[in-house]
Nanobody, 124 residues
């Protein structure tokens, strides 16, 4: 059974950077496409970034383009989200998830399992 554990969140000032990590266990990580999502209080969970199993395909949300970078290291069973030029509106709990359904990469319904999330707070 695949388990995902995120880390790297924290409090940062606007304009700062954070790198989130998500370590997978219990499966063959290189077989999985992965995604990052986030959920702010009172809002729905939204797509941030996607990376295919060998990094050949990457997508970012419009809000992440030009500021966030998704990468993975299959030897370390880890996917990363480098976040630069952070804004207060990036404040949310960030989740990584394994894509489990061959459908839209931006739909959280197509992902399972999920990590427990890591809080990112950007102060103005």
């Amino acid at each position: 059974q695949v388990q995902l554990v995120e880390s790297g969140g924290g409090l940062v000032q606007a304009g700062g950077s954070l790198r989130l990590s998500c370590v997978a266990s219990g499966g063959t990580f290189s077989r999985y496409d992965m995604g990052w999502f986030r959920q702010a209080p009172g809002k729905e969970r939204e797509f941030v970034s996607y990376i295919s199993r060998f990094s050949g395909t990457i997508y970012h949300s419009d809000s992440a383009k030009g500021r966030f970078t998704i990468t993975r290291d299959n030897a370390k069973d880890t996917v990363y989200l480098q976040m630069n030029s952070l804004k207060p509106e990036d404040t949310a709990v960030y989740y990584c998830a394994r894509k489990s359904v061959s459908s839209f990469y931006y739909d959280p319904l197509n992902y399972n399992p999920w990590g427990q999330g890591t809080q990112v707070t950007v102060s103005s």
